[in-house]
Structure formats: structure tokens, C-alpha cells
């Protein structure tokens, strides 16, 4: 499917039900219903790979999974002056597990950004989502993808080298980064617990983006932070998507809280450095803010950076009047995070 144009079929309406209820709806997103069925609303459009792309960038459409239907769209800089391999940033949108694209066009634009901006090749990957695919789908999605990445680079030098500006030609297989955004910043955590220990070699760093985190107990900014109309994220919200990822169990299951009782000890874990980006005004800055403070405890390299003035997923949503200013500090951070290692 290289070079394809992927559409996302999940934006869907199922019109004239008759015999069934709205039990869940995040207003303008979602809406499951008593018989099961979805209804994904077009909040975001969808946009080719070829897209609004500057000339400094390309960007293409891969199949990883056709059993399970998760792919991929590879953001590659152009060559500017001598070859060199770049790194590689595996990246997964957000959503809350429930909605989002690679296709999404607010990702499209931010990823191109920072493919541009930090000078790599970033995979962004479209996963199966909830309630359909109940966590963890997601995550044996994100180690599919891995693993797909690793056959990749056995024969790295028997593909793409009539076009030296082909994705597989290049990156750099030794410097992988795992990254993503509210769920997707879960799922990168995930993943990379999941194939450190199969390959510790293999990721060099996690980047996560206001990482969706739960648990039981609210912390002080999940009780206290008032959203304003354009907020991403609210109490409720979160709860709905927790609701709808999650299947028998609670928001202390260690899918779903890293820190909580049946969560792995974090020194146990095997995890690169971390960079962990916080929202100022986000209702996960304090769950977020703890998260950085058990890793420091566990002896774990984690840097991190507070962003003043903005909630959640400004740097896609750019739904705050300083998110323009608050997205260039934040891919200037993720290119010096990656430069250095």
C-alpha cells in the first residue's frame, strides 16, 4: 500500500435506528448505542498523505497489519545537502482511545511539522480503537508495529535505495524514538515496557505528550482545573473514554494508572529516558506531574517540561490563544531531546 491514499473509515453514521439507545456520547465526537453500534462523528477531516505538505517534506501511506488494518503514514525530510540517516519517531495520535486518525488533518499538520522541525522521520501510526477494540487492541497494535519496524531494518539496504528520499532509505534503525499524544503517550509507554525487555537496544527514548493517565482517586487539578468551552479534556470526558476503553475492570488497572497497586514497580521496568510534556492548564497536569516524580524515585532518566498558558492537546488543536508560541518551545524541546541521544 506504499503510496497509496488512506482514507479512515471510522468516521461513520449509522442512520435510521429504530430498535436502539445512545448509552455513551462525548458530544461532537462518539456515540455508542445499546445494540453495540458506533457513531464516530467528523469532527476533524481526514486528509491524503500528500496534503498541505511543504516542499520540505513527503509523506506516505503504509500497510502494517492488513489482518487487523493498522498502518501508517511516514513523514520523511527531503534531502538538504549531504545524506545522513535521520532518527525515527514512532508516534501515536490521541483520542482517548475512542477517536483520531493518522488522517486527521490537525495530526497531519503537526507531524509534517515535526518531521521538519526536528529533522526525522516520524511514523505515525493508525491503530484500533474503542469500544470496538478494547484496550489493550492499542497496544498490541503499537508492538505490531515494532516488530514490523525491526523487519524493516533487516533489509533496509535491499529497499528504497533508488530514491534517496525514501523513508526506509533514510532512517536511522538504531535511534527509535516511541512518542505520542494524551492516548497516545499511554500507548508509546506501553509499547516501550512491553519490547524493552525483548530488544533494550532498540528504543533509545519515549516522548510523551500530556499522557493519558487514570486512577480512582482524583488528583487536586482533576477536581479543581475548571475547563474552559474550548477544552479538550474534561472530568467527564475522561471518564467516558475510560468507560469505553476499558472492559471489567477500573481506572487503577495498570492499562489505565501506571502508579497504582497492581501496576509493575517502576524500578522493574526497563524504560530509555523520558521526556514528559505537561500542560499547564490540563486536568492531567497533576497525574502527570506524579508520574515524573515516581520515575525520579525509581532511579529512570525523565525530563520534565511544563507548558504555561495551555491545556490539553494545544499543539494539535491549537485551541488556545498561546498554543501558536507553546507548540514551537515544545518541538524545539522533542528536536533537543532527540538530538542528544
Same mark, same amino acid.
Given at each position: 500500500?506504499? !503510496? ?7 468516521? =461513520?453514521?449509522?442512520?435510521?435506528? =429504530? ?8 458530544? @461532537? ?6 445494540? @453495540? ?8 477531516? /481526514?486528509?491524503?498523505?500528500?496534503? &498541505?505538505?511543504?516542499? /520540505? ?5 503504509? #500497510? ?31 483520542? !482517548?482511545?475512542?477517536? @483520531? ?15 521538519? %522541525? %526536528? ?7 493508525? *491503530? ?10 492499542? *497496544?498490541?497494535?503499537?508492538? #505490531? ?14 529497499? !528504497?535505495?533508488? /530514491? ?14 516511541? &512518542? @505520542?499524544?494524551?492516548?497516545?503517550? =499511554? ?38 482545573? %475548571?475547563?474552559?468551552?474550548?477544552? &479538550? ?7 467516558? *473514554? ?19 497497586? $497492581?501496576?509493575?514497580?517502576?524500578? +522493574? ?18 497525574? +502527570?506531574?506524579?508520574?515524573?516524580? $515516581?520515575?525520579?524515585? &525509581? ?8 507548558? $504555561? ?17 507553546? =507548540? ?14
Amino acid at each position: 500500500m506504499g !503510496g497509496l491514499q488512506m482514507g479512515d473509515s471510522r468516521q =461513520t453514521l449509522h442512520l435510521g435506528r =429504530t430498535n436502539s439507545h445512545v448509552i455513551e456520547e462525548i458530544h @461532537g465526537l462518539i456515540r455508542v448505542y445499546s445494540d @453495540g453500534s458506533v457513531d464516530r462523528l467528523p469532527a476533524v477531516p /481526514d486528509v491524503p498523505c500528500n496534503w &498541505a505538505l511543504g516542499s /520540505d517534506v513527503t509523506a506516505v501511506d503504509v #500497510a502494517i497489519d492488513r489482518a487487523t488494518g493498522v498502518w501508517a503514514r511516514i513523514y520523511t525530510p527531503r534531502v538538504q545537502g549531504n545524506y545522513k540517516p535521520l532518527p525515527m519517531v514512532v508516534y501515536f495520535h490521541g483520542g !482517548g482511545f475512542c477517536v @483520531g486518525s493518522a488522517a486527521w488533518s490537525c495530526y497531519h499538520q503537526f507531524l509534517a511539522r515535526l518531521s521538519s %522541525a %526536528a529533522n526525522c522521520v516520524v511514523v505515525s501510526v493508525n *491503530y484500533r480503537l474503542a469500544p470496538e477494540y478494547k484496550i489493550p487492541a492499542a *497496544y498490541d497494535d503499537g508492538v #505490531a508495529v515494532m516488530k514490523w519496524l525491526k523487519h524493516q531494518s533487516s533489509y533496509q539496504n535491499y529497499r !528504497g535505495s533508488h /530514491d534517496p528520499n525514501s523513508w526506509i532509505h533514510r532512517s536511522n534503525f538504531d535511534r527509535v524514538f516511541l &512518542a @505520542g499524544d494524551s492516548a497516545g503517550a =499511554t500507548i508509546a509507554y506501553h509499547v516501550a515496557t512491553r519490547v524493552m525487555p525483548m530488544d533494550p537496544m532498540f528504543v533509545r527514548g519515549v516522548i510523551l505528550i500530556q499522557p493519558f493517565f487514570g486512577g480512582e482517586n482524583r488528583t487536586v487539578s482533576e477536581k479543581n482545573l %475548571a475547563q474552559p468551552p474550548q477544552s &479538550a479534556l474534561t472530568l467527564a470526558t475522561s471518564d467516558c *473514554y475510560w468507560r469505553l476503553a476499558l472492559v471489567g475492570t477500573t481506572r487503577d488497572h495498570p492499562w489505565c494508572n501506571p502508579l497504582g497497586k $497492581a501496576s509493575p514497580k517502576l524500578e +522493574n521496568l526497563y524504560l530509555p529516558p523520558v521526556l514528559v510534556c505537561v500542560s499547564d492548564l490540563d486536568i492531567l497536569r497533576d497525574r +502527570n506531574m506524579e508520574f515524573c516524580k $515516581a520515575l525520579k524515585r &525509581a532511579g529512570k532518566a525523565v525530563q520534565q517540561v511544563v507548558y $504555561a498558558g495551555v491545556g490539553h492537546a494545544f499543539q494539535v488543536l491549537n485551541n488556545y490563544p498561546l498554543s501558536p508560541a507553546r =507548540t514551537n518551545e515544545l518541538l524545539a524541546d522533542v528536536k533537543n531531546f532527540i538530538s542528544i541521544r
